[in-house]
């Protein structure tokens, strides 16, 4: 017994620990797994063109509340066919921009084109971006939509983190996505909401009018200053 007692002294002399106090050892962090997501969509492009889409998202209705207009710069994230990019081309004139962003070379390629055939190739600038990075230049946009792509990011804070710079004073980003658990091209729209606070976003608005498939959400986020 007094063998063991001086061992326990000269323990808790080693570790700066009084006598008499129980060890306790600092539990480790528990691991925060990534969140899941879809794999990024590389097949037919032009899936995206379906017939009555325009309608069903209510496409119009969207650049409105995001102010999308004549002068605006705009940066249109995961822009796969370019649906919208022309669409936001057409809104913001002569004196627009829009940045068609994805990370899909195969979609650069086809936005390009595209823009050339519809007669906006003038108003359209395309960016190879990086899985967290958008690579926008800064202070260079008004307005961000992230259609049916936020459930394909696979670091989603970190690419609203370096989406901040880019952002205008009193620029809007739109995030449309569908409820889901990440893996099944959607994600809920209490995670999206967490997540942005998390990069530096407050919520400003949300809509239920966007029913391209009877689950999809509207978030509209502006930068917490």
Not at 48 to 61: A, H, K, T
Not at 94 to 117: F, L
Not at 133 to 159: G, R
């Given at each position: 017994?007094?063998?063991?007692?001086v061992?326990?002294?000269?323990?808790?002399?080693?570790?700066?620990?009084?006598?008499?106090?129980?060890?306790?050892?600092?539990?480790?962090?528990?691991?925060?797994?990534?969140?899941k997501?879809?794999?990024?969509?590389?097949?037919?492009?032009?899936?995206?063109?379906?017939?009555?889409?325009?309608?069903?998202?209510?496409?119009?209705?969207?650049?409105?509340?995001?102010?999308?207009?004549?002068?605006?710069?705009?940066?249109?994230?995961?822009?796969?066919?370019?649906?919208?990019?022309?669409?936001?081309?057409?809104?913001?004139?002569?004196?627009?921009?829009?940045?068609?962003?994805?990370?899909?070379?195969?979609?650069?390629?086809?936005i390009?084109?595209?823009?050339?055939?519809?007669?906006?190739?003038?108003?359209?600038?395309?960016?190879?971006?990086?899985?967290?990075?958008?690579?926008?230049?800064?202070?260079s946009?008004?307005?961000?939509?992230?259609?049916?792509?936020?459930?394909?990011?696979?670091?989603?804070?970190?690419?609203?983190?370096?989406?901040?710079?880019?952002?205008?004073?009193?620029?809007?980003?739109?995030?449309?996505?569908?409820?889901?658990?990440?893996?099944?091209?959607?994600?809920?729209?209490?995670?999206?909401?967490?997540?942005?606070?998390?990069?530096?976003?407050?919520?400003?608005?949300?809509?239920?009018?966007?029913?391209?498939?009877?689950?999809d959400?509207?978030l509209?986020?502006?930068?917490?200053?």
């Amino acid at each position: 017994m007094l063998s063991l007692r001086v061992l326990v002294v000269a323990l808790c002399f080693l570790s700066n620990v009084a006598p008499g106090v129980a060890l306790a050892q600092t539990p480790a962090a528990p691991a925060v797994p990534e969140r899941k997501t879809s794999e990024p969509y590389t097949g037919d492009l032009s899936i995206f063109d379906s017939p009555g889409r325009e309608e069903r998202l209510q496409i119009n209705r969207v650049m409105d509340i995001l102010g999308v207009g004549s002068g605006r710069n705009v940066a249109d994230i995961g822009a796969g066919s370019g649906w919208f990019t022309v669409r936001a081309a057409r809104r913001v004139g002569a004196s627009g921009m829009v940045y068609a962003v994805d990370i899909n070379p195969e979609a650069i390629r086809y936005i390009d084109e595209r823009a050339r055939k519809e007669h906006v190739k003038n108003k359209v600038t395309t960016i190879l971006s990086k899985a967290d990075d958008p690579l926008l230049p800064a202070d260079s946009v008004d307005a961000v939509l992230l259609l049916k792509t936020y459930h394909e990011v696979a670091q989603p804070v970190a690419l609203l983190q370096n989406l901040r710079g880019a952002l205008r004073p009193g620029g809007k980003v739109g995030i449309i996505d569908r409820n889901g658990n990440g893996e099944d091209h959607g994600v809920g729209r209490d995670v999206v909401i967490r997540e942005a606070k998390e990069a530096g976003y407050k919520l400003l608005e949300q809509y239920d009018f966007v029913k391209g498939d009877k689950m999809d959400y509207f978030l509209v986020f502006t930068l917490e200053r």
